[in-house]
């Protein structure tokens, strides 16, 4: 079957260090993959998503990996702030159109 | 980015009535929409998506009669919990793709309690 798991429930950081969440899924060949945040009672926001041809992706603080062989992303957060502090979701969508598959999230706590 | 508002943000209802959930796309028209549950420290549960001039497609599990869904124009959809039960208590998020770009655009949740 089908699954998405993001390696940790929590994580806890030090500001000013580096946050890298993984993601790793299997029996899925996804178009994309999606990296969502969500605050607590809030819906989720989106920050990167990255196509199955792109191995690396970029957009300020926040760096996206993807390897296709080993079926993970990995998503870092660097310098990271309190403010940074949230749940990120992965998610997997197999088309373009299609719906979008999402793991259970790590919750971040940057600690200044 | 495009702004997705999903109206009410919050609702109390007594059990065995009907609650009606709004989701609309503010600054662009969305042929489709998504409707999502999360129950506490769980991840999003896809429960159907929402097609502009046609029916629901639902998840499997999710009881259609349960959780009607209307998509009359492309920028509105509507979730109905029909009869709710307290089992029915949950956070209810909707989302909408603006063209073929592939992120989804989130509203902010409606927390349902069900006394």
């Known amino acids: 079957s089908q699954k998405i798991e993001q390696n940790s429930e929590a994580l806890n950081i030090q500001e000013g260090k580096t946050a890298t969440l993984t993601c790793n899924y299997t029996n899925y060949s996804p178009a994309y993959l999606q990296w969502y945040r969500q605050d607590p009672g809030r819906g989720p926001v989106f920050l990167l998503l990255?196509?199955?041809?792109?191995k690396e992706k970029r957009k300020e603080r926040l760096k996206v990996t993807f390897d296709t062989t080993l079926k993970q992303s990995l998503f870092h957060i660097t310098a990271s702030q309190p403010a940074d502090s949230a749940t990120y979701l992965c998610?997997?969508?197999?088309?373009?159109?299609?719906?979008?598959?999402f793991g259970d999230g790590t919750t971040l706590t940057v600690k200044p | 980015g495009a702004v997705v508002s999903q109206h009410p943000s919050w609702v109390i209802c007594k059990s065995g009535t009907s609650v009606k959930i709004e989701c609309r796309s503010l600054?662009?028209?969305?042929?489709?929409m998504f409707w999502y549950r999360q129950f506490p420290k769980q991840s999003l549960m896809l429960m159907a998506t929402s097609n502009e001039g046609s029916k629901a497609t639902y998840e499997q599990g999710v009881e259609k009669d349960k959780f009607l869904i209307n998509h009359a124009s492309l920028t509105l959809s509507t979730l109905t919990v029909t009869s709710a039960h307290p089992e029915d208590s949950s956070f209810y998020i909707c989302s909408a793709r603006q063209g073929g770009t592939g992120e989804l655009f989130f509203g902010e949740g409606s927390r349902l309690t069900v006394l």
């Open positions: 990255i196509r199955e041809n792109e």
């Open positions: 600054d662009f028209q969305a042929t489709t």
């Open positions: 998610a997997l969508a197999n088309t373009n159109a299609g719906k979008s598959t």
